[in-house]
């Protein structure tokens, strides 16, 4: 049973920081990319980053959109089977449900119809 736990989500003002970890169960996280994606109400779920798998644990590739580009930083612990998302400058637009999802490949995807699991989200609010 593959299981993605998500934490770290809540409320912060416009400017600060969150960051979001996802915990994999172990046998879901080695060799796969690690995906974040959002909804924001009213809306549709959309990429946010992603991470490919690197046995080393280092040296993954990683991919944004272009929305969070220089502000959010997605890393992975093998040790730990663990992803985080790093949002820094946080604005409004930014509110939303997060979810961490696996990659049923190494290579990283933007595309949400490609991850084969996912969270059950966490909610980050960022007031004015």
């Known amino acids: 049973q593959v299981q993605l736990v998500e934490s770290g989500g809540g409320l912060v003002q416009a400017g600060g920081s969150l960051r979001l970890s996802c915990a994999a169960s172990?046998?879901?996280?080695?060799?796969?990319?690690m995906g974040w994606f959002r909804q924001a109400p009213g809306k549709e779920r959309e990429f946010v980053a992603a991470?490919?798998?690197?046995?080393?644990?280092?040296?993954?590739?990683?991919d944004y959109a272009h929305s969070v580009k220089g502000r959010f930083t997605i890393s992975r612990d093998n040790a730990k089977n663990t992803v985080s998302l790093r949002m820094n400058n946080l604005n409004v637009d930014d509110t939303a449900v997060y979810y961490c999802?696996?990659?049923?490949?190494?290579?990283?995807?933007?595309?949400?119809?490609?991850?084969?699991?996912w969270g059950q989200g966490t909610q980050v609010t960022v007031s004015s």
């Open positions: 999802a696996r990659h049923p490949t190494g290579i990283p995807a933007t595309a949400q119809y490609e991850y084969d699991s």
């Open positions: 172990g046998r879901t996280f080695s060799g796969h990319a």
């Open positions: 991470i490919s798998w690197s046995a080393s644990g280092s040296g993954s590739i990683t």
